[in-house]
């Protein structure tokens, strides 16, 4: 029997898989930052304002450091969920903590032949864009730039346009992503990104100019968090990564489970994925809330509808769901469970039985955390 550890919410779960069922684990040995890329980084940062994006571990550690050996920040900017982090963080350094405003907004020109608006306070050029990234159906991969422009609907609705026929993305840097760039790129801001891992901590952190990062970040995601599956395989067991990763199933779902499904899962033939996800805060959308209540079909024409919360999610999921029976492991109720035709499991050491039946010798390739692996396609 071979014993698996993989995160799940605040803490780690385990289960066993006897020899003759296990094809492979599938687990990127990245090592965490030196301290002096750390330093490096940071004291490069010139920028006396900066705007959180992420409330992350690996965020907070970063923007600690930050604010501890660079002394020319003075005002936290924060969006209005993070408040309650940038009020503390303000309070601990003795610098201020001011809102985002989301209803004052200004031009920063054409991108795409398309106007775009970001906040005023966005405009000084000093302000320095902090955030944690993390695999995206809509950005393929998240950054500094998406994270701003998923605060701003006209412009959430612009990357969704531009992404709709290719969700879920399977690249690094799509169209959606691409139009976020060319967003920040035009009021002059600088960013900090940010690679964690729940079990190790931060990774990698790069800042400068917005594409620049974005290029860095994901050369380093697709170098360091690589892997080298056997194929596709019809049985599969993963992690969400825990914390951040698999509060609600709109997160799980986000960041691990389409990784997994579009590059390890075999379509057609009766595949069965097991998925590990706390999912304590609930569905986490406001569209998986409209599908599991009947208020929106994910079949329906999509030429008109206004992008709404959540809403690239749910279509990518169900793209893919149709050709495959998901398993998962999760502080769900039943009925929304039921309502994504999930089949529900009691916990960690059921997850080998609820995928292979007793006595089978069929093989199960294990992704201890889908949140941060990448697999080449």
């Not at 304590?280 to 406001?286: A, D, I, P, R, Y």
Request: aromatic share 6%.
């Amino acid at each position: 029997m071979t014993e698996i550890w993989v995160p799940y919410g605040p803490v780690e779960v385990s289960f066993d898989i006897k020899q003759e069922n296990l094809s492979q684990i599938l687990e990127p040995q990245p090592v965490k930052i030196a301290l002096e890329r750390l330093e490096l980084a940071v004291d490069a940062v010139s920028e006396d304002s900066v705007l959180i994006l992420s409330g992350t571990s690996g965020t907070q550690k970063v923007l600690d450091f930050l604010l501890s050996r660079n002394k020319v920040v003075r005002k936290i900017l924060h969006p209005k969920n993070l408040g309650a982090l940038a009020r503390r963080k303000a309070q601990e350094f003795g610098i201020e903590a001011e809102p985002l405003n989301l209803e004052t907004l200004e031009d920063s020109g054409l991108v795409d032949a398309s106007p775009a608006k970001i906040p005023l306070q966005l405009r000084s050029g000093k302000v320095l864009l902090i955030t944690s990234v993390h695999y995206d159906p809509l950005f393929g991969l998240t950054s500094a730039s998406s994270d701003l422009v998923s605060l701003l609907p006209e412009l959430k609705q612009q990357a969704f346009n531009r992404s709709l026929d290719d969700l879920p993305s399977t690249s690094t840097n799509s169209n959606a992503s691409w139009y976020s760039t060319r967003v920040l790129q035009n009021c002059h801001a600088k960013v900090l990104e940010i690679i964690e891992k729940t079990t190790i901590g931060v990774l990698a952190v790069s800042y400068g100019e917005p594409e620049k990062v974005h290029e860095e970040i994901a050369n380093y995601w697709k170098a360091n968090l690589s892997v080298n599956p056997p194929g596709k395989s019809e049985r599969l067991i993963f992690g969400s990564g825990g914390q951040e990763n698999d509060r609600t199933l709109s997160d799980a779902l986000a960041r691990a489970f389409f990784p997994v499904a579009t590059s390890l899962a075999m379509q057609d033939s009766e595949s069965k994925i097991c998925m590990l996800a706390e999912c304590s805060q609930g569905l986490g959308s406001e569209a998986l809330m409209r599908f599991v209540t009947g208020r929106f079909e994910p079949r329906a024409k999509l030429d008109s509808v206004t992008y709404f919360d959540g809403l690239e999610v749910l279509l990518s999921f169900y793209r893919i769901q149709r050709d495959l029976e998901l398993t998962i492991l999760t502080t769900l109720p039943k009925f929304y469970a039921s309502k994504l035709d999930f089949k529900t499991i009691g916990g960690a050491r059921e997850a080998p039985s609820s995928i292979v039946q007793l006595g089978s010798r069929a093989k199960i390739l294990v992704v201890t955390d889908a949140s941060t692996t990448y697999t080449p396609t």
